[in-house]
């Protein structure tokens, strides 16, 4: 994919739509372009967090430890995101992320990812409402499991 097209596919994106064309071309530039294929690993849960990732093509799978067993949380696609939080709290992954298919993404290093937060804003908000309601929908995955119980 060219960077011309990375960029286009970015602008498409809600989380970069209000950013100028020129500058997610220094973006895609800047960014490291990673392929996975079926069920390969992005990062594992406890891992530290370096970088962020945004899903230019396929499923990236969201799971954590519970025992000896892995828990999905969700599944995020085309123009999602995953990665953000350890770099946002300083914390180690709070999940494993695999590829449910061939995964193309686009890795942005801890200090673009902060450069560009900084110079637009309305990046940060759109980000608080995807994390929003991340946790809206892991709220309702406890509420539901402990009804189970």
């Known amino acids: 994919m060219s960077l011309n097209k990375e960029a286009e596919l970015l602008k498409d994106l809600p989380l970069f739509s209000k950013v100028d064309l020129a500058k997610l071309k220094l973006l895609a530039f800047t960014s490291e372009r990673l392929t996975y294929d079926d069920n390969e690993i992005v990062f594992n849960e406890g891992d530290d967090g370096d970088a962020a990732y945004i899903?230019?093509?396929?499923?990236?799978?969201?799971?954590?430890?519970?025992?000896?067993?892995?828990?999905?949380?969700?599944?995020?696609?085309?123009?999602?995101?995953?990665?953000?939080?350890?770099?946002?709290?300083?914390?180690?992954?709070?999940?494993?992320?695999?590829?449910?298919?061939?995964?193309i993404t686009l890795q942005i290093k801890k200090d673009t990812f902060f450069n560009l937060i900084v110079e637009f804003p309305e990046i940060a908000v759109e980000m608080m409402r995807v994390l929003a309601s991340r946790l809206d929908n892991t709220s309702k995955q406890l509420r539901d499991a402990s009804n189970k119980t």
Do not use: H, M, N, Y
């Open 55 to 103: 899903i230019l093509d396929g499923t990236a799978v969201v799971s954590i430890a519970q025992g000896s067993k892995s828990l999905e949380l969700d599944r995020i696609k085309r123009g999602g995101f995953v990665g953000d939080i350890s770099l946002l709290c300083d914390v180690p992954r709070t999940a494993t992320i695999t590829a449910q298919d061939a995964l």
